[in-house]
């Protein structure tokens, strides 16, 4: 069993920053690949990124490449989402999700956070 919980959302202007902080506890975080999804209101949870188990490798999805950033501390069992350049059309609640394998759809995982509002102002 993994506990997951997120923070750093907020208000934001366009063109603005936040960095999400996604805390783990329970079952050993490095065995885990973690996601990052969001959903806006009226649509579904959509895929944002994602880490390997090493944080060597990472995924983005073309809406947030090159604006986002995840990166993991295994030893803090901390992951991080950097998001810059912000748009309106960020605005979302955040997931981080944790999952056995590289996937980027929401089948893929298996423990989810109860999500952190972003909302960016135009």
């Known amino acids: 069993q993994v506990q997951l919980v997120e923070s750093g959302g907020g208000l934001v202007q366009a063109g603005g920053s936040l960095r999400l902080s996604c805390a783990a506890s329970g079952r050993t975080f490095s065995s885990y690949v973690m996601g990052w999804f969001r959903q806006a209101p009226g649509k579904e949870r959509e895929f944002v990124g994602l880490i390997n188990w090493t944080g060597v490798r990472t995924y983005y999805a073309d809406s947030v490449k090159g604006r986002f950033t995840i990166s993991r501390d295994n030893a803090k069992k901390t992951v991080y989402l950097q998001m810059n350049s912000l748009k309106f059309e960020d605005t979302a609640v955040y997931y981080c999700?944790?999952?056995?394998?590289?996937?980027?759809?929401?089948?893929?995982?298996?423990?989810w956070g109860q999500g952190t509002q972003v909302t960016v102002s135009s």
């Open positions: 999700a944790a999952g056995p394998v590289v996937a980027m759809g929401v089948s893929g995982y298996d423990y």
